[in-house]
């Protein structure tokens, strides 16, 4: 069935990506997968960082790990192990990451002897443990103790005290590896590396700091097909609201593409697009499923044709007032996702 939307993935770019980041953080290098690899496709994802190296992947809960079914390497469910996972995680090849005394229990209790991955928590105060709960640790086959940067994306102070106090966390838990950074932790630098990194958002074509500008490739691309091409008289409005007004005769594109598609509403006016080399502002409020984009410069453009959506994640995300995170993440199905 023919789709008016289409995601089209980079391979090549994902695996640059993955290798640029394993070199910047000279330590072993995984990828966080959760959220559908981050919106683009996990198991697509999975095979390609595969086969290019990576041996160690993260979701965030059970039902992500079953959808990814067999896998090269060890997979991490990150939110740990709840009163009702306990027979899915027993039959699962993954590993939970436990997060309270009380998952420490239950696993413990559950499956004894049975590796498992920790985190602790050193100053985000979202999940881990508390470092003053790490005694009830005894006991547990830890594969990976980790914790989580709060601030990494920022010079702020926190980075450095979490660092410090995962290192002094660090040499009290006997674990088999320790890591600490996610895509921004690993621009820090090789103190905050340890013995595994955990990237995610660089993977896909963001890009966490300045450190990482020019060395991370964007790997979606988004494109939508032109439903209607229509004149807009001046004084006219297109769009809810009445917000763009034409000061002059204009030429639009009306264009398959809404806020229900992932394209948010942050994207109003500020938004682009292009027909070849073409550049195409978004015309007034994004709405449903549809934008209006000004294509008097693209004059040959009709019903049928297709425009790239301006989806550069450090562009994009200024435009819009939207995270990078959320510009990969709120994608939704009725693109076409494709992998080259």
Not at 32 to 58: E, I, P, Q, S
Not at 105 to 124: E, H, L, N, S
Not at 153 to 168: K, T, V, Y
Request: proline share 4%.
């Amino acid at each position: 069935m023919h789709r008016p939307l289409r995601l089209t993935c980079d391979k090549t770019a994902l695996a640059a990506n993955w290798r640029w980041l394993a070199e910047h953080a000279g330590a072993a290098c995984g990828a966080a997968v959760k959220a559908d690899g981050y919106g683009l496709g996990a198991r697509a994802a999975v095979d390609v960082l595969a086969a290019a190296g990576c041996r160690d992947f993260f979701v965030s809960t059970w039902a992500e790990a079953a959808a990814l079914g067999p896998l090269a390497g060890s997979l991490v469910v990150l939110h740990g192990i709840g009163p009702q996972d306990i027979a899915t995680a027993l039959a699962s090849p993954a590993r939970p990451c436990l997060n309270t005394p009380g998952q420490v229990a239950r696993w413990k209790q559950a499956a004894p002897g049975r590796a498992c991955d920790v985190m602790v928590d050193t100053g985000m105060n979202r999940l881990g443990l508390r470092v003053d709960e790490i005694g009830c640790l005894e006991g547990l086959s830890i594969d990976t103790l980790m914790s989580h940067l709060a601030c990494a994306d920022e010079d702020h102070a926190l980075n450095a005290a979490q660092l410090q106090r995962f290192g002094e966390v660090a040499g009290s838990v006997d674990a088999n590896r320790y890591s600490l950074a996610n895509s921004a932790g690993i621009c820090l630098g090789q103190d905050y590396s340890f013995d595994l990194v955990r990237p995610g958002l660089a993977l896909y074509g963001g890009v966490p700091r300045r450190e990482a500008e020019g060395h991370i490739a964007q790997v979606a691309r988004v494109e939508a097909e032109v439903i209607q091409r229509r004149p807009i008289r001046a004084g006219e409005s297109c769009g809810y609201g009445a917000t763009f007004v034409a000061e002059a005769d204009t030429e639009a594109a009306i264009v398959n593409l809404g806020y229900a598609d992932g394209y948010l509403r942050g994207f109003s006016g500020r938004g682009a697009a292009f027909a070849g080399e073409a550049a195409l502002p978004v015309l007034g409020r994004v709405s449903m499923d549809l934008i209006a984009l000004g294509c008097d410069a693209a004059r040959d453009l009709r019903e049928g044709d297709w425009v790239e959506i301006d989806y550069d994640l450090p562009t994009a995300s200024e435009a819009s007032g939207l995270s990078q995170y959320e510009l990969l993440t709120t994608l939704g199905s009725r693109f076409e996702r494709r992998w080259v």
